[in-house]
């Protein structure tokens, strides 16, 4: 199992995302110099007095559609205290308890799940000392005032949290396996790909798109290692996305790629490359994971001599941000190349944690310079100083130069080049930051 996790629950314009955003600080999002680095997520890993665990803001609880309230309220509160180990349902203190309220309490005492009961928007003690008693007749316990804008509150409710998560022990470390996420929109075959490998029926396969709703966890060993393969809910495109439980199947896949190391990417052999995919395989590139492109139901194509060729020239056309990416092409039904995928799995892995040495990088940089000279503008010319490695997972490595106006996009794809040419990198992203000499570096 992975690490505790925490649900935050309430109706809209409670003030969730304000308290999800405090308590998870700076790592709500990744902010780097790279363009397209910087990701908004509903999710984070967080720690508190020594426990680690997971924090997912649920979004506002409402109903979209003309269904009675009871069963959309369900739909998504359900899922909340399905996925968690502890939620945290925040209410309203100005308000007061509503009717909305008191339909998310009953589904939640139900669960049998720890709850914290908050009551935000307490921003003064004093004034609404009494207003807190009427949250008692939500039968959840004591409740416990917050102010989230003023940050007045929030580390005795982390307390509260502390006490009720299960202790990190309680859950098994999976430092030593390679945790795969099997990505792709509904009906690619993802649950198929899991009950080949894990040889019985774990997984639902239906041919209605969405089938798997949950993130599932599948621990695997073979001779070639030991592996987490974590299939997930597909992502539909948006204009379908309206019922709750859809949004929630997004947030589990998002999470999922978040809590792997490589990720396959599954596409549909008879579909080709659709806008949908190339959102998902997005998703993958951006956080930083090892990617593999997974052609699924290959074994129902018709070929001829060139159809292998002309199908990976056309998806690297279409995922050009992925021609780093290996591609093979299996049948989840029949079986066929299924074994083939550990030894890329364990290949990708260890290529997204490479480390390199400062030395060794910095004679490919100055063989790379002495090659392409840096570029100049106005009679002012690039330097480039030195390279040096800041993190792995994606590799990620830090250009100091003269001046970052100059370090042009075109030079940076080139050094990427350079990188990949000489230490192999298949199937991770690399990142680039770029610091002027004496600037502070804070990766």
């Not at 998870?24 to 665990?53: H, M």
């Not at 309203?92 to 008191?102: F, M, N, P, R």
């Not at 990505?183 to 029926?201: A, D, Q, Y």
Request: negative net charge; contains cysteine.
């Amino acid at each position: 199992m992975g690490k505790p996790t925490v649900a935050i629950v309430g109706r809209p314009n409670v003030g969730k995302s304000t308290f999800f955003n405090y308590i998870v600080g700076q790592r709500l999002s990744i902010v780097e110099d790279t363009p397209g680095v910087t990701r908004d997520r509903v999710y984070a890993e967080c720690n508190w007095r020594g426990k680690d665990f997971t924090v997912i803001d649920t979004g506002g609880i409402e109903t979209d559609t003309d269904d009675l309230i009871t069963k959309e309220i369900a739909n998504q509160a359900n899922i909340a205290i399905n996925m968690a180990d502890v939620i945290i349902f925040i209410t309203d203190i100005k308000q007061g308890v509503t009717e909305l309220d008191k339909e998310i309490a009953m589904i939640l005492k139900k669960s049998n799940k720890p709850i914290v009961l908050v009551c935000n928007k307490a921003d003064n003690y004093g004034k609404t000392s009494d207003d807190i008693y009427e949250f008692y007749n939500l039968g959840l316990g004591d409740p416990y005032p917050l102010s989230a804008t003023n940050a007045i509150g929030i580390g005795d409710i982390l307390d509260a949290i502390y006490e009720k998560i299960p202790n990190n022990e309680n859950y098994e470390d999976n430092s030593d396996k390679i945790k795969v996420a099997i990505i792709g929109k509904p009906n690619v075959g993802k649950s198929s790909l899991i009950n080949r490998i894990l040889g019985e029926e774990r997984a639902i396969v239906s041919d209605i798109a969405g089938t798997t709703r949950d993130a599932i966890d599948s621990e695997f060993e073979n001779e070639f290692g030991k592996y987490v393969f974590i299939d997930t809910a597909g992502i539909r495109r948006k204009s379908k996305v309206n019922e709750s439980i859809e949004k929630f199947s997004v947030m589990r896949t998002l999470l999922a790629i978040e809590r792997s190391d490589v990720c396959l990417m599954m596409i549909d052999a008879l579909e080709g490359v659709t806008d949908q995919d190339a959102k998902i395989a997005g998703e993958a590139h951006e956080a930083g994971k090892g990617i593999i492109l997974v052609i699924n139901k290959w074994d129902e194509v018709e070929k001829d001599t060139y159809t292998l060729e002309n199908f990976k020239k056309d998806v690297y056309n279409k995922l050009a941000y992925l021609t780093y990416a290996p591609i093979i092409f299996i049948s989840a039904k029949t079986g066929q190349r299924v074994g083939k995928l550990y030894e890329l799995i364990n290949s990708v892995a260890s290529q997204n944690a490479l480390r390199v040495s400062t030395a060794t990088l910095n004679e490919v940089l100055n063989e790379a310079i002495a090659i392409v000279q840096p570029p100049s503008d106005k009679g002012k010319r690039l330097r480039i100083y030195y390279m040096t490695q800041s993190s792995t997972k994606p590799p990620t490595f830090v250009v100091f130069v003269n001046n970052k106006e100059l370090f042009h996009f075109s030079y940076e794809r080139y050094l990427v080049n350079q990188l990949r040419k000489e230490f192999g990198l298949v199937g991770t992203p690399i990142r680039i930051i770029v610091r002027e000499k004496g600037e502070k570096n804070n990766e």
